[in-house]
C-alpha cells in the first residue's frame, strides 16, 4: 500500500483541487486498478487567517490552525504532509513543529525541481504574492543554488496580486490576463525560466503558455508527494 | 461559519475531486471572500474494495471501510457527511450506522431534483454501474416517487460499464465515446431525461450536451451540501 498524503489545504480550495488531480495524474503511472491510486487525507480550511496579512504584521496568524489541521491530520492517519500554498510556507515551522511526520517543503521541492530540470537557467522569474515575497520564501532557497531570483517591481506586483485576487473569486479569464501581464514583464527583465510560485498560477497559465518555461510548483509537489508515497510502498 | 462538510470519498478519485470542483462553485455564491468559504474534510481513500464485486458477492465489502472512514472524519471536525458515488451507496447503513452525524444520501437527493427541477418527466433514464443496479438504488427511488426507470439492456451496460472503467483509468475521450453511446440508447428507448448516476459520467458528459437534460447527480449533492452548510450558519 501506498503512503497516505495528508494535505493541508483550503489556501484556497481551488489550488487544493488543482493539487489533488495532478497527484492523481501521477498516481496513475502507478497503479494498475482504482484499489492501487494514493490515498489522501485533505483538510481544505479556506477560513484560515490571510497569509498576506498575517506577514505584513496586520492581520492574525494562521500558525495556530495550521498546527492543528497538522495535528488532526496525523490522527486521521496520514504518513506524509504536503501544503499546497506557497505563501503559508512562511509558517512551516508551525507545521513541522506540530509533527514527527514527514513534510514535504513546496518551495524546497520547486526549487530543486528547477535546478535539476533547467540546469542552464541562471535567471530565475518568480511570481509570488506579497507575503511569500515579504518573508523572502523563494529569494533565500534560491540564492543558497547560488541563482538569482527576477521578481516583479511593487507597481508590477500590484497587478499581479489583483489577479490572484480574481482567480480566488473564480474570475479565471480577468486573472489570467493580469497574471499574463506580469510574467511578460519578468520575461522582458531576463528571466530564464518563471516559478510559479503561487498554486493560483498554474490554475490559469499552462507550462508552455509563455516564451519561456514555467514551473508549476503545484505540480512539482504533487511529483514528490507521489514518489514519496509509493517508493514507501516498494 | 459554515458547517465542515465531511467527504468519504475516493470512489474514484476523480470524482471526488469533481465533487469539490462543484462544491467550491456553489459555495462562492456565499463568501464575500476566501475566508467565508466553506471548510471541507475529504478522506479520498481509493483502496476501498471494489463496490460492483461486493455486491455481486464475488468480491469483499467496503462496509468495514466506509464505517472506519465515517467515524475519521467526524473525529476530524466534519459536521454533515456525504459520499460522492451512487453505487457505495448499497453500503450507506456502513456510514449511518457508525455515527451521528447528518448524512445527505445522493441517490435520494438527485431522484428529488429530479422531481423538483423537472416536474413533467415520467421516464427517467439511469445511468448505473452494475452494483447500483443489482442493489435498486435508483430503481427503488424513482418507485417511490411513481416515476419509471429506463435503464441499458444488458448488453447495453457492458458497454457503458467498460466506458466507466476507461474513465477511471485517465481515458476520457474513449470513456466519452462509450458513455454517449449508452445515454443515446436510453433517449431512443424514450427517456425524458437521464440521471448521470454514477459519479464518473458528468466527467465527461455536461447538462446540455445531449438532446435531453442530464441530471448530475455529483452536481445535485454539492448543491444540497452547500445549502445545508451555509443554512446552519445563518
Redesign the interface.
Known amino acids: ?1 501506498p503512503k497516505v498524503i495528508g494535505v493541508l489545504g ?5 489550488a ?2 488543482d493539487f ?2 495532478k497527484v ?2 501521477h498516481a ?1 503511472a502507478h ?1 494498475a486498478r ?17 497569509r498576506n496579512a498575517a506577514i505584513a504584521g496586520t492581520g492574525p496568524s494562521p500558525a495556530p490552525g495550521l498546527a492543528a489541521m497538522t495535528r ?1 491530520l496525523e ?3 496520514a504518513d506524509l504532509l504536503v501544503m499546497p500554498c506557497n505563501a503559508a510556507h512562511a509558517f512551516a515551522d508551525a507545521v513541522i513543529g506540530a509533527t514527527r511526520l514527514p513534510f514535504l517543503h513546496l518551495i524546497e521541492e520547486t526549487v530543486a525541481a528547477v535546478v535539476s530540470d533547467y540546469p542552464a537557467a541562471r535567471r530565475i522569474g518568480v511570481l509570488a504574492v506579497n507575503g511569500a515575497v515579504q518573508a523572502r520564501l523563494y529569494e533565500d532557497a534560491l540564492a543558497a543554488r547560488d541563482l538569482a531570483p527576477v521578481t516583479p517591481s511593487d507597481a508590477e506586483r500590484a497587478g499581479f496580486m489583483e489577479g490572484v485576487w480574481q482567480i ?3 474570475n479565471l479569464d480577468a486573472g489570467r490576463l493580469l497574471l499574463c501581464t506580469a510574467a511578460e514583464q519578468l520575461i522582458a527583465r531576463g528571466a530564464d525560466v518563471i516559478i510559479a510560485g503561487c498554486t493560483e498560477v498554474p490554475l490559469v497559465i499552462g507550462p508552455d503558455d509563455l516564451a519561456v518555461s514555467v514551473i508549476d510548483s503545484t505540480d512539482m509537489l504533487a511529483r514528490r508527494a507521489v514518489a514519496h508515497a509509493y517508493d514507501a510502498a516498494a
Open positions: 500500500m483550503g489556501m484556497g480550495p481551488a487544493t483541487i489533488m488531480d492523481l495524474r496513475q497503479a482504482e484499489q492501487d491510486l494514493v490515498r489522501l487525507i485533505v483538510d481544505s480550511n479556506p477560513a484560515l487567517p490571510d488532526g490522527t486521521a492517519g480566488k473569486a473564480g
